[in-house]
C-alpha cells in the first residue's frame, strides 16, 4: 500500500476536526510520533525529489523535524531547522524572516545561523503542514536570501482548501504533499482525490 493511502488512512483513523478547519493529528504528528510513518514519509519525498540534486534539507521547529530528518537521512544530506525564537546563545550572522501564524494569530521570527545554510545549493523544505502557506514562504525566502535555489516544497498534510497550495504554485515551487484535503465540513475529512 502507498504511503499517501497509508496517512489517508491514518488521518481518518486518528484525526480530530477542530472548529476553525483545524485537524489535530497529535498521537502520530505533532506531540506523539509515528517513527514508521515518519520513515515512510520521509522515503516518499527522497523518492518524489531525487531527481532534483537535493544538497540539504530545510524545515521549522518542532513538528517539521522528524519527517525532515527521515527525508534527510534517505537523500545523505544534512537537516536543517529553523528556529523560531532568537536564542541568548545565537551570536552569529543569522537569516531571518516573520512569519504570521493563522492559526496561532501571532508572529514569530524564524532564523537560521547562515553557516547552516551556505550559498549555491539545492534545497529541499519540508514541513508537516501547510495552510496559508506563511511557514513555507518564509523558509523558501531564507534559502533565497542564502543564495540557493528552493529545489522543491515537500509537505506531509496540506489543507488544499486554504491559500498555502495556490500562493507556492504561484511563485513557480515544486511541491509535493503526501496527503491532500479537499475539506473539512462538518467535521469530515474528504481528500482532494475523492472529487
Ligand atoms: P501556514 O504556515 O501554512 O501559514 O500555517 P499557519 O500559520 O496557519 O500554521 C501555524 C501552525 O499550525 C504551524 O505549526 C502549522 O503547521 C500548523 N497548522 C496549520 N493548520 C493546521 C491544522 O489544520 N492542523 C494542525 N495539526 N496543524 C496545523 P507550528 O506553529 O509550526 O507548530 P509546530 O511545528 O511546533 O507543530
Ligand atoms: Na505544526
Ligand atoms: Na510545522
Known amino acids: 500500500e502507498s ?7 491514518r488521518i481518518k483513523k486518528d484525526g480530530i476536526v477542530l472548529p ?7 498521537s502520530f504528528l505533532n506531540h506523539q510520533i509515528d517513527p514508521e510513518l515518519s520513515k515512510a514519509m520521509g522515503e516518499e519525498f527522497a523518492r518524489l525529489f531525487g531527481d532534483a540534486g537535493i544538497d540539504r534539507v530545510l524545515t521549522v521547529e518542532a513538528s517539521g523535524i522528524a519527517i525532515g530528518v527521515m527525508t534527510a537521512l534517505t537523500l545523505h544530506v544534512p537537516l536543517v531547522f529553523a528556529r523560531k525564537k532568537k536564542s541568548a546563545l545565537i551570536n552569529e550572522p543569522i537569516y531571518t524572516h516573520r512569519v504570521f501564524s493563522y492559526t496561532k494569530k501571532e508572529y514569530s521570527d524564524i532564523l537560521v545561523l547562515q553557516k547552516f545554510l551556505p550559498a549555491g545549493e539545492n534545497v529541499l523544505i519540508i514541513d508537516d503542514f501547510l495552510a496559508n502557506g506563511e511557514a513555507a514562504l518564509g523558509l523558501a525566502k531564507l534559502v533565497e536570501e542564502a543564495g540557493s535555489k528552493v529545489a522543491g516544497i515537500g509537505i506531509a498534510i496540506e489543507k488544499a482548501f486554504q491559500p498555502g ?3 507556492l504554485l504561484d511563485k513557480g515551487y515544486r511541491l509535493e504533499s503526501l496527503a491532500s484535503i479537499a475539506s473539512l465540513d462538518n467535521g469530515k475529512v474528504r481528500f482532494t482525490a475523492e472529487d
Open 20 to 26: 476553525g478547519n483545524v485537524l489535530k493529528v497529535d
Open 3 to 9: 504511503i499517501m493511502k497509508l496517512l489517508e488512512e
Open 165 to 167: 497550495h495556490q500562493r
